[in-house]
C-alpha cells in the first residue's frame, strides 16, 4: 500500500514538470536591419561645370530632390564642393578647410520626419586632417540642435563608417554660433551637466555632420572631408 502510495505521489510531482518541458516557448522573430530612409550622393550641376573651380555646395549638389540641405554658423558658407564625381579615387563630396570657425550641415526628408531608434544606423564616408573631428549632429522636431559626442578622425584616406544613435550622448549647439551651449532648465536631476536629457530619437528633423574647429585653409593642414551618406530608419509622416 505504501508503495503504491509513494508511486501516486511521483507521478503527480513528475506530471507538471514534464507538461511544462513539453512546452515549447513562442518563437522570436528575427531582427531586421532598418530600411534606407533617404541617401546623399553628391553631383555636379550644371552652373558648377568647370572642374577647375571649387564651388560653394548648393541644394542642386544633393541628388535626391526630397532631401532637403541646411547650413548652421556663418562658416558654413565657406566649404566648398571637392573631388570628381564617379571617382573611385577621389569622390566627390564636401570638405571644409576654408571654413573660418565651426559649422553644421544636416539633411532632412521633405516627406517625413526620422525615426533612428532600434537598428537604424548612418554610413558615412569621411576623412579629417589635423585634430580635426566629424561629429553627427540632429535636429530635434523641438527644434534642439544637437551635436554627439561621437567622433571619426584621423583618417589617411576617405573611410566608411557606420554607427547608431543609440549611445551617444548629445550636446546641445547654438545655431548660429555653433557653440556647445547648456540644455536649460533640468528639473530633478542636477547632475545631468551639459549633457541634453532624453533626446527623442523617434522623431529626429534633420540629421548631419558638425565640425567644431575652424579649418586651416588649403592645404593637409586641418579640415574635415566628407563623402556619401546613408541614413537607415523608418520614416515618420510629418
Known amino acids: 500500500m505504501q508503495m503504491v502510495l509513494r508511486l501516486f ?9 514534464v507538461s511544462a518541458s513539453a512546452q515549447q516557448a513562442p518563437a522570436r522573430p ?20 568647370d572642374t577647375k573651380v571649387r564651388y560653394m555646395p548648393v541644394q542642386e549638389n544633393v541628388a535626391d530632390p526630397n532631401v532637403v ?11 566648398l564642393t571637392t573631388g570628381a564625381p564617379g571617382s573611385p579615387v577621389t569622390p566627390y563630396g564636401v570638405w ?4 573660418e570657425g565651426p559649422y553644421a550641415v544636416t ?3 521633405k516627406d517625413g520626419y526620422l525615426d533612428m531608434t532600434g537598428l537604424a544606423n548612418v554610413r558615412w564616408f569621411t576623412k579629417t586632417t589635423g585634430f580635426h ?13 544637437l551635436a554627439g559626442d561621437l567622433t571619426i578622425e584621423s583618417m589617411a584616406k576617405l573611410s566608411l563608417h ?11 549647439l547654438d545655431p548660429e554660433r555653433i557653440v556647445t551651449v547648456t540644455p536649460g532648465p533640468v528639473s530633478g536631476n ?10 527623442d530619437l523617434a522623431k529626429i528633423d534633420e540629421i548631419g555632420f558638425v565640425d567644431l574647429m575652424p579649418g586651416s585653409g588649403h592645404g593637409q593642414g586641418g579640415y574635415i572631408q566628407l563623402g556619401g551618406i546613408e541614413v537607415n530608419g523608418k520614416k515618420v509622416p510629418r
Open 69 to 79: 540641405m541646411t547650413f548652421y554658423g556663418k562658416a558654413a558658407k565657406q566649404i
Open 190 to 199: 542636477p547632475n545631468v551637466g551639459i549633457w541634453f536629457p532624453n533626446p
Open 9 to 17: 505521489l511521483a507521478g503527480l510531482l513528475a506530471g507538471p514538470i
Open 96 to 99: 571644409g578647410g576654408t571654413a
Open 107 to 109: 539633411f532632412k526628408m
Open 162 to 172: 557606420e554607427f547608431s544613435l543609440l549611445n551617444i550622448r548629445w550636446i546641445k
Open 133 to 145: 573631428s566629424v561629429r553627427p549632429v540632429i535636429k530635434l522636431a523641438d527644434g534642439s540642435l
Open 30 to 49: 528575427a531582427p531586421v536591419a532598418a530600411a534606407l530612409a533617404f541617401k546623399v550622393e553628391w553631383v555636379r550641376p550644371a552652373n558648377q561645370e
